[in-house]
């Protein structure tokens, strides 16, 4: 038997007893990365978002994750976790801190010994965040132990928790787990979006965003100068933060007709703003950033003449970080690859990017 509490929405995901018993095996799942269109930036509480977003799923960059486990008797917490085959300490204290936040909803973590095995198809110094993809990965295969313990438990019911958990691993995390439009945060125009895990964008998608292109120009492949966790802590008390969470409800309102009737430019319009928005946040939080690099700018200013010379709906959109996303709707592929790699390329660090595109959900390996 298992029961449900009904007190708080986040109850619903509290097991207290499992009908089957497990002692060993491997479960293994493959997450998609994400890129947001209408940026989360600022949180409250357990990883709850100041304001809502919406994020394409990409589907070439993604993480491979497969988890051992073993029953123990020993008490506390006990895995390794290996990259690419080699065992990485410095992963520890997140998946600990991860571990600790979710052991409430999955209150078997300390009766196994885990072994998480994880690997990107994307370089690791790429500046490309791993978390979104890797934290959704591991939530799901907890969520797979989960199922093989509790066999009642319906799809929903796996997908909504698997978001649930892989938010507490990292926020963006809980986008990762379907395409190809992912909403998080509620938003009053759009029923059943929540801030405790990621829905499907509900609405009408016009075919010009169909295989939406992303092409990702590593600027820069370091150590990010911010981390997100500080970044999210800077709009605690930022002279603008207020403004900035009004302003992303709205700019996702705007996103629906946008979507709807396939109208680009006012897509690129929001897109960009939101980047820049982003980043401006970072300029005037205090301690205050600049993440962009002069190769950013550059880039931004060559699409911007591009777009403007050639009628092009080719755009750009950024993470917390120096590196360009390159969005474009999949019938401008050919020419738009073109300009990218004759006017570009010569901005990326060893002249490194990555081809993507829209995809689509998570799955078992
Ligand atoms: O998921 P976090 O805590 O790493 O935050 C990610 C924030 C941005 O990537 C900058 C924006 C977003 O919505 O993905």
Excluded at 51 to 67: Q, Y
Excluded at 81 to 108: A, H, Q
Excluded at 292 to 306: A, G, Q, S, Y
Aim: glycine share 6%; hydrophobic share 40%.
């Amino acid at each position: 038997m298992w029961s449900i509490l009904n007190v708080m929405p986040e109850h619903k995901f509290i097991v207290c007893s499992y009908s089957h018993n497990l002692s060993s095996g491997i479960v293994s799942w493959q997450s998609p990365s994400n890129i947001a269109l209408v940026k989360y930036w600022g949180k409250y509480g357990e990883q709850m978002p100041m304001n809502p977003s919406i994020s394409f799923t990409l589907n070439n960059c993604n993480t491979k994750t497969s988890v051992s486990f073993t029953k123990k008797s020993s008490e506390g917490f006990e895995f390794e976790v290996f990259l690419d085959g080699k065992r990485e300490v410095s992963f520890d204290p997140k998946i600990r801190k991860f571990f600790e936040r979710i052991e409430t909803y999955l209150p078997f973590l300390k009766e196994f010994k885990f072994k998480i095995e994880t690997s990107n198809s994307f370089p690791h110094s790429s500046g490309i965040a791993s978390s979104a993809s890797g934290m959704s990965a591991l939530a799901l295969c907890l969520m797979d132990m989960e199922r093989q313990m509790q066999s009642s438990i319906t799809e929903d019911y796996f997908k909504e928790k698997a978001s649930f958990l892989a938010r507490l691993g990292s926020g963006s995390a809980c986008r990762s787990l379907e395409g190809p439009l992912i909403v998080w945060g509620e938003h009053i125009e759009i029923d059943g979006s929540s801030n405790l895990f990621g829905i499907k964008y509900p609405f009408q998608v016009h075919k010009n965003f169909q295989h939406y292109q992303d092409t990702i120009l590593l600027v820069d492949k370091g150590e990010k100068q911010v981390s997100s966790t500080l970044g999210h802590d800077l709009m605690l008390d930022h002279p603008f933060a207020e403004q900035r969470f009004r302003q992303a409800k709205e700019n996702l309102s705007k996103l629906i007709p946008v979507f709807k009737n396939g109208i680009l430019s006012e897509f690129i319009r929001i897109v960009e703003s939101e980047a820049l928005s982003l980043h401006a946040m970072m300029m005037t939080s205090m301690p205050y950033f600049i993440l962009m690099k002069p190769n950013t700018l550059e880039i931004i200013n060559r699409i911007w003449k591009f777009r403007e010379e050639k009628g092009s709906n080719v755009c750009f959109t950024l993470d917390a970080g120096a590196n360009v996303h390159v969005l474009y709707p999949k019938s401008e592929k050919k020419t738009v690859s073109k300009f990218i790699e004759k006017e570009l390329l010569q901005f990326c660090k060893n002249g490194e990017f990555i081809v993507d595109e829209v995809g689509l959900e998570a799955f078992k390996i």
